[in-house]
């Protein structure tokens, strides 16, 4: 069972550019690195998910080390809506359990 | 497409009461997962159901809880007796199984039940 370990919050302002890290030292060989994005009230909504090297979508980059043992979710030129709880998960859903961590809670100043 | 549909929204029981969810997954969705949000905290998996067949209910109190998929489509997860600790926000997700074991399908989320228990 990877365990995700992450900041438990960050301020930026808008602008700018955001990175989150997420640690999971013991992922196993099969588990995916997916990353969410929850606002309250909301269910969790899916960002980006990556197995190595470097993902990138159109809202955000996400840059794996070859060990894998971390990853960084990185927000170009965050705005106010930005603002969330951002959750590293890692697993796979072929009979793994999928655990969430705390989360990070991103706060964009104006 | 339509999003996970969950309902209902809210509910407010007293302890001891029994409560139900329901979940209509993403139409095609093999996969649907039941999870508990207490306020503060990441989602909590419950349990996963792969079409009408439980694939991990290791983290559901069993002694409580209870979470069928008799068609292998929509969902329901129950709680009888209800506790003061089962205030939470119940989460329900669906995913595609079309990449087989080991391959991740990103989880769709419906925007969950809100649970206060008095």
């Known amino acids: 069972l990877a365990k995700t370990t992450q900041p438990i919050s960050m301020d930026s302002y808008e602008g700018q550019e955001v990175n989150i890290t997420c640690s999971h030292n013991n992922i196993a060989t099969n588990d995916y690195i997916t990353w969410y994005q929850q606002f309250p009230s909301q269910g969790p909504r899916f960002i980006i998910q990556?197995?190595?090297t470097k993902v990138t979508n159109e809202v955000a980059s996400l840059f794996i080390p070859a060990d894998r043992k971390s990853s960084t979710l990185s927000l170009p030129r965050v705005s106010l809506s930005d603002t969330a709880v951002y959750y590293c998960l890692v697993g796979h859903n072929a009979g793994n359990m999928l655990t969430f961590g705390g989360g990070t809670r991103l706060m964009v100043k104006p | 497409e339509a999003g996970v549909a969950q309902s209902p929204r809210y509910k407010i029981i007293e302890k001891r009461q029994s409560v139900a969810f329901w979940c209509n997954p993403i139409s095609g969705h093999a996969t649907l997962y039941w999870y508990q949000q207490i306020l503060g905290q990441g989602p909590k998996l419950l349990i996963q159901?792969?079409?009408?067949?439980?694939?991990?209910d290791s983290q559901l109190p069993k002694d409580r809880f209870s979470a069928e998929r008799l068609k292998g489509v929509d969902s329901t997860l129950k709680i009888q007796p209800a506790k003061l600790e089962d205030s939470a926000v119940y989460l329900c997700?669906?995913?595609?199984?079309?990449?087989?074991?080991?391959?991740?399908?990103?989880?769709?989320f419906g925007d969950g039940t809100r649970l206060s228990i008095l």
């Open positions: 990556g197995y190595k």
């Open positions: 159901f792969q079409n009408n067949g439980v694939v991990d």
């Open positions: 997700a669906s995913s595609d199984s079309a990449g087989g074991m080991g391959s991740n399908q990103p989880q769709h």
